[in-house]
């Protein structure tokens, strides 16, 4: 059983930085891609961000390109999400999310809500102005 623990979340100000953690442990599967999104009140689950788990390459949503990085540590299992310059519209709760298989649509099928096999729990971020 594969789980994902996200950490990191929190109330901030408008302007703050937060550094979302996600450790997966379980099966030793080799995850393809690991990816971060985020679901506000009343809105659907959006893409935030995505890592190929063995290469590295990333992807992200055009509102956070510039402002929020995606790494991950393959030796700990861990993937993060490094945010700043936070507005008020990233309040969301963030999830975590993992692909166990491979991916050759590159963006297309790494934004997708339903390419990823194992979600976490999610994180609340909350920021205000």
């Known amino acids: 059983q594969v789980q994902l623990v996200e950490s990191g979340g929190g109330l901030v100000q408008a302007g703050d930085s937060l550094k979302l953690s996600c450790a997966f442990s379980?099966?030793?599967?080799?995850?393809?891609?690991l990816g971060w999104f985020r679901q506000a009140p009343g809105k659907e689950r959006e893409f935030v961000a995505a890592?190929?788990?063995?290469?590295?390459?990333?992807y992200y949503a055009d509102s956070v390109k510039g402002r929020f990085t995606i790494s991950r540590d393959n030796a700990r299992n861990t993937v993060y999400l490094q945010m700043n310059s936070l507005k008020p519209e990233d309040t969301a709760v963030y999830y975590c999310?993992?692909?166990?298989?491979?991916?050759?649509?590159?963006?297309?099928?790494?934004?997708?809500?339903?390419?990823?096999?194992?979600w976490g729990q999610g994180t609340q971020v909350t920021v205000s102005s």
């Open positions: 999310a993992a692909d166990r298989d491979p991916c050759f649509s590159g963006y297309g099928c790494r934004a997708s809500v339903v390419v990823y096999d194992y």
């Open positions: 379980g099966r030793a599967f080799n995850f393809y891609g």
């Open positions: 890592i190929s788990w063995s290469v590295g390459t990333t």
